[in-house]
Every structure is written in C-alpha cells, then in structure tokens.
Nanobody, 120 residues
C-alpha cells in the first residue's frame, strides 16, 4: 500500500507564490516519474509539470517559466514552486507518482488534491 500526501495549497494574491509538496509513503521499492496535475471546476485534469527519477522535467506551456518542479529522492517527495501566480492558475492540484512497490507491482498513484486559489 502506498500513499501520496500533498501540502502547501492555499489562497494567494495574483503575482504571489506558493510551494506545493507531495510525500510518498508505504511499501515503496522505487518511484519512477512524479508530477503535478490540476483541475479547475468544469474542466479536465491537465498535466502541469512532471519529473523523471533522473531529474528530466516537462512543463505545460502555461507553467513554463513560472513554475519549477523538483524532487528529493531520499525523501520520496516532489515539489512544485509556483511564482507569478495568476487567477487562471486557480484549481485543485493533484500529485501523481508511478511507484513500484516492494512486491514488484507498478502503481499509478494520486494524492487527494490541494486547493490553490489565486485572487485578482
């Protein structure tokens, strides 16, 4: 059993910054890619940024240049530093990780989501 726990969401004014964290725990053998997705009301869940276990990153066009994804493999944690936030960044942000457990099963895991609200 593995679990992803997110933290760091909240309310911020436009132009401000937030840092999201997501820690994986449980029967983990290894973690492949980790990433952040977001879902605004009435819209689909979209990729914001992802990072491989080797550190290669990928960003949505809307996030590139403002957001930075990073990970601490020793802590099984992924971060999303969000700067220059805009009202259109308002959404529930979900952590995602592809985790191989100690029993060798491969799991696509999701966190419970954390609300980010950017006021104008």
């Amino acid at each position: 059993q593995v679990q992803l726990v997110e933290s760091g969401g909240g309310l911020v004014q436009a132009g401000g910054s937030l840092r999201l964290s997501c820690a994986a725990s449980g029967s983990i053998f290894s973690i492949n890619a980790m990433g952040w997705y977001r879902q605004a009301p009435g819209k689909q869940r979209d990729l914001v940024a992802s990072i491989t276990n080797g550190g290669s990153t990928n960003y949505a066009n809307s996030a590139r240049g403002r957001f930075t994804i990073s990970r601490d493999n020793g802590k099984n944690t992924v971060y999303l530093q969000m700067n220059s936030l805009k009202p259109e960044d308002t959404a529930v942000y979900y952590c995602n990780a592809v985790i191989r457990t100690a029993t060798s099963s491969l799991n696509n895991c999701w966190g419970q989501g954390t609300q980010v609200t950017v006021s104008s």
